[in-house]
Structure formats: C-alpha cells, structure tokens
Nanobody
C-alpha cells in the first residue's frame, strides 16, 4: 500500500484558485482509481472527486464545473485544481485510493488545509 502526502493548501479569497497535489510513495500506475476527499470542521469526511486509470473522472455535485482532478502516473502524483473557490470549500483535503466510485480504501495522510475567506 502506498503512502500519500497531500500539499498545496492555503488561505485564499472567494473566487480564487488553488492546486492541490498528492504524492505517492510508490507507483500509482496500477491503481485503478484515486480520489480526493475533504472534511470541514464538525462535518463528516466527504468524497470530492475520483479519477480512474483511463482518465475518466467523477465529481461531487458541489464541486462539478469548478474542480478538476488529474493524475500523472509518471510522477506518482494526483492533482486537484480548484477554481472559483467558495467559503464552503473550506476543509482539510485528503487523497486516497478509491474502491468502486467513491469509497476510500487506504489509510489517510495528514491532509492539507484549504481556507476560503475574505
């Protein structure tokens, strides 16, 4: 099982963008699906997006049209490009292997904090 390290979070204003990275300790080439999740204070962790090995991606309705997930198998890295950020996107963001379409199957990393505030 690969270890995952998230980075790229920060404090931004509404409408701005951020790009998150998830670096794996080993190859992700053979992993069918990788995903991003987030957890806001006081809330359960929720699924955000999944990318499959062939490039197909699925998104939660709350981020569809604003977020883009991608993967670079050569760099063993998964990205989440977040545009038009809203205060409700504030959360700790995590990546993980995905079972099925949305179910996390690995252990969690430390996550990266995203704060959207004016």
């Amino acid at each position: 099982q690969v270890q995952l390290v998230e980075s790229g979070g920060g404090l931004v204003q509404p409408g701005e963008s951020l790009r998150l990275s998830c670096a794996a300790s080993g190859s992700i080439f053979s992993i069918n699906a990788m995903g991003w999740y987030r957890q806001a204070p006081g809330n359960e962790r929720e699924w955000v997006a999944t990318i499959f090995r062939g490039g197909k991606a699925n998104y939660a309705d709350s981020v569809k049209g604003r977020f883009t997930i991608s993967r670079d198998n050569a760099k063993n890295t998964v990205y989440l490009q977040m545009n038009s950020l809203k205060p409700e996107d504030t959360a700790v963001y995590y990546c993980n292997e995905v079972r099925g379409a949305t179910i996390p199957r690995g252990s969690w990393g430390q996550g990266t904090q995203v704060t959207v505030s004016s």
